[in-house]
């Protein structure tokens, strides 16, 4: 037991040494290059597309884990909405209504997802399924590279909360 503490605490320590160290943060930029600003005009398009499609199917299936995990993507979109903001670019999804994107292979997985997910129950947590498959590997992907802190702060909350939709969409 008193081991375990011990170890903790030179985990503890280390991790502040690095975290503190001069040159920690020069690594991490404070601007969005043009790729990365991109990024998350695609990914809030990528957090509209799951919430209209999980408001679509909560009008078509039995279970309210849509129309919750709907709401949560709402907020996932705010997160990325104030990110837009922040660093002065503008948001694809404004005045768009549900089911309407910018992007054509967003449009097009958004009309292929609410045809199958239709289907029935089965069908439909599985379109849940391929949703927050796809958030998670985008997300991943763009964690394993360098960005603002804010910038990657949002996107690890993004991951974890898709990893617990998946997980509620598993049967």
Avoid: C, W
Wanted: overall charge positive; cysteine-free; hydrophobic content about 45%.
């Amino acid at each position: 037991m008193l081991q375990k503490k011990i170890s903790s605490a030179v985990v503890i320590a280390l991790l502040s040494t690095v975290a503190l160290a001069p040159g920690a943060t020069a690594a991490t930029p404070t601007y969005l290059t043009t790729t990365q600003k991109a990024q998350l005009k695609y990914l809030i398009e990528e957090e509209k597309l799951a919430r209209d499609v999980y408001t679509y199917l909560a009008g078509k299936v039995t279970t309210r884990k849509f129309s919750n995990i709907a709401r949560s993507e709402q907020t996932h979109m705010n997160y990325i909405a104030s990110l837009l903001t922040k660093y002065k670019q503008s948001n694809p999804t404004t005045g768009k209504a549900a089911g309407v994107f910018v992007n054509k292979d967003i449009q097009a997985l958004y009309n292929t997802l609410t045809a199958e997910g239709s289907a029935g129950m089965v069908q439909a947590y599985g379109v849940g399924v391929k949703i927050e498959e796809v958030d998670i590997a985008s997300l991943k992907e763009l964690l394993l590279k360098a960005m603002p802190a804010d910038v990657k702060a949002a996107l690890e909350l993004l991951f974890a909360a898709s990893n617990n939709h998946l997980e509620a969409f598993t049967f």
